[in-house]
């Protein structure tokens, strides 16, 4: 079994920060992907960062330069700087990790619960 949890989010005031995290436990073996998606009121789920198959990061255009995604083992870190009214939104983190189960292996998609960021004067 995996759990994910996520911390970090919370009211800030417009031009302020927050630092998202998401630890990952369990019988992990590998992970091959991690990425923080957004979802705003009213509006689909959209990837706002991840590490790309190389480990490249990725940013969506609306974040790049405001935005820091980082990572250390199975924690994905998400360093919000600048913040705008328009990264109101909750955040989740996805995580793709390979763990052993048994004498098998298994490749699976995982979300964390979700952290709502409130950018409001």
């Known amino acids: 079994q995996v759990q994910l949890v996520e911390s970090g989010g919370g009211l800030v005031q417009p031009g302020g920060s927050l630092r998202l995290s998401c630890s990952a436990s369990?019988?992990?073996?590998?992970?091959?992907?991690m990425a923080w998606y957004r979802q705003a009121s009213g509006k689909q789920r959209e990837l706002a960062a991840a590490f790309s198959v190389f480990g490249n990061p990725y940013y969506a255009a609306s974040v790049k330069g405001r935005f820091t995604i980082s990572r250390d083992k199975n924690t994905v870190y998400l360093q919000m700087d600048s913040l705008k009214a328009e990264d109101t939104a909750v955040y989740y983190c996805?995580?793709?990790?390979?763990?052993?189960?048994?004498?098998?292996?298994?490749?699976?998609?995982?979300w964390g619960q979700g952290t709502q960021v409130t950018v409001s004067s």
């Open positions: 996805y995580l793709r990790l390979t763990t052993r189960r048994g004498g098998s292996y298994a490749t699976d998609d995982y």
């Open positions: 369990g019988t992990i073996v590998r992970n091959d992907s």
